[in-house]
């Protein structure tokens, strides 16, 4: 496999093929690079994450908050105790 980024200077593309792919059947595509905003480091992405914690909690319902906590056992035992 041959990949290769060139910016053509006009709208004529010289291609040097190895010698094994003379005679063989190839497929070439070309398409643009789009530019991307930088990518966010690692530190700033977890941030960002954690930055959505608590943003849930006008929807908790406190009378509920106690099965959460043993949600993964009662479904457990609800679905195999049959």
């Given at each position: 496999?041959?990949?290769?980024?060139?910016r053509?200077?006009?709208?004529?593309?010289?291609?040097?093929?190895?010698?094994?792919?003379?005679?063989?059947?190839?497929?070439?595509?070309?398409?643009?690079i789009?530019?991307h905003?930088?990518?966010?480091?690692?530190?700033?992405?977890?941030?960002?994450?954690?930055?959505?914690?608590?943003?849930?909690?006008?929807?908790?319902?406190?009378?509920?908050?106690?099965?959460?906590?043993?949600?993964?056992?009662?479904?457990?035992?609800d679905?195999?105790s049959?």
């Amino acid at each position: 496999m041959i990949r290769e980024i060139v910016r053509p200077k006009d709208n004529k593309l010289t291609i040097n093929l190895p010698q094994e792919y003379v005679g063989e059947e190839i497929e070439y595509i070309i398409f643009p690079i789009k530019k991307h905003k930088p990518e966010k480091d690692v530190k700033e992405k977890n941030m960002d994450i954690g930055s959505l914690g608590g943003s849930l909690k006008q929807y908790a319902n406190a009378q509920k908050a106690e099965l959460e906590n043993k949600a993964w056992e009662l479904h457990v035992m609800d679905k195999y105790s049959k």
